[in-house]
């Protein structure tokens, strides 16, 4: 088993920034892709950023590229994602996953842990 803890969400007006971060527990010693996905009131959850298992790989839904950054400290089984020039249309609960594979890493159903989520709010 692996528990999830995300942190760093908050409310920021439009054009500000929030770095979340990931912490990881438990059976770390597999090491795993990791992603980032964001749930607003009333609509699926959605992909957002995923990094594979080396860190060298990353991927990044079109509505937030050049604006969020994923990476990871395996020595300290955290993951981060920072996001900047946040827009209204950010605003959502954002959740951090693992999985053991590499592959289909936009995809929330092949993950196998998820955190319990964090709120992030950017007023406009």
């Known amino acids: 088993q692996v528990q999830l803890v995300e942190s760093g969400g908050g409310l920021v007006q439009a054009g500000g920034s929030l770095r979340l971060s990931c912490a990881a527990s438990?059976?770390?010693?597999?090491?795993?892709?990791m992603g980032w996905f964001r749930q607003a009131p009333g609509k699926e959850r959605e992909f957002v950023a995923a990094i594979s298992r080396s860190g060298r790989s990353t991927d990044y839904a079109d509505s937030v590229k050049g604006r969020f950054t994923m990476s990871r400290d395996n020595a300290k089984n955290m993951v981060f994602l920072q996001m900047n020039s946040l827009e209204p249309e950010d605003t959502a609960v954002y959740y951090c996953a693992a999985k053991r594979s590499d592959i289909y890493r936009s995809r929330p159903d092949t993950y196998d842990y998820w955190g319990r989520g964090t709120q992030v709010t950017v007023s406009s």
């Open positions: 438990g059976r770390t010693d597999n090491n795993y892709a």
